[in-house]
């Protein structure tokens, strides 16, 4: 049974940059898409970004383009959500899934191990 725990999260201002983590343990996912997706209060789960088993494809929506960055360190058994230019938009839970390959990267019912999520607050 594998797992997934993310950390970084933590309370900044506007323009300011964060990484999250995300650590997996108890089976490999290193053949596995992880991705990132965020919920704010009252809002539903959406998708931020994606990379393949190998790194050699990412995937990122439209709004934190240009602004995050996801990678992965496959001998670490860990993935990393770089933020840059955060904005007060940018709040939310973000939470780390894997998902096996081949499934629609940007849906969550393609993922499928969760870790427990992690705050980040951007202030204006």
């Not at 704010?40 to 240009?66: H, L, N």
Request: charged share 20%; proline share 2%.
């Amino acid at each position: 049974q594998g797992q997934l725990v993310e950390s970084g999260g933590d309370s900044v201002q506007a323009g300011d940059s964060q990484r999250l983590s995300c650590a997996a343990s108890g089976r490999t996912f290193n053949w596995y898409t992880m991705g990132w997706f965020r919920q704010a209060p009252g809002k539903e789960r959406e998708f931020v970004a994606a990379i393949s088993w190998s790194g050699g494809s990412t995937y990122y929506a439209d709004s934190v383009k240009g602004r995050f960055t996801i990678s992965r360190d496959n001998a670490k058994n860990t993935v990393y959500l770089q933020m840059n230019s955060l904005k007060p938009d940018d709040s939310a839970v973000y939470y780390c899934a894997a998902g096996r390959p081949g499934g629609s990267i940007r849906e969550s019912s393609a993922y499928d191990y969760w870790g427990q999520g992690t705050q980040v607050t951007v202030s204006s």
